[in-house]
């Protein structure tokens, strides 16, 4: 009996691990998605910086727009990446701690 209850625990904490995997694997993906956001951020205020006129295009239109404003869009888009970066990095650093003490558990 004692031996199908330790082999249930083990199997739970690799499931356990599995799917620790794929959250991981997602993780990634987002973290992919934020840094190049945050890339074309930064890009962007790089053009603005060298720019006069600025255009914001806004569903099928091109308006000119405030450079100093959009600046400061861009700043904060890019501060609120940051923090979901940082976020997502807490979480995989999380996710690696708990998956390598389930792995000590297992084997």
Request: without cysteine.
């Amino acid at each position: 009996m004692k031996d199908k209850s330790e082999s249930g625990k083990k199997q739970n904490k690799i499931q356990e691990v599995q799917i620790i995997e794929q959250n991981l694997q997602n993780l990634l993906l987002q973290k992919q998605a934020f840094q190049m956001e945050i890339s074309e951020t930064k890009a962007a205020k790089k053009e603005i910086e060298k720019s006069e006129d600025i255009f914001k295009i806004i569903g099928q239109l091109m308006i000119k727009t405030d450079k100093e404003k959009t600046m400061e869009e861009l700043m904060n888009k890019e501060k609120i990446l940051d923090l979901r970066m940082k976020s997502i990095e807490k979480q995989e650093a999380s996710l690696i701690e708990r998956s390598e003490n389930l792995k000590k558990d297992i084997f």
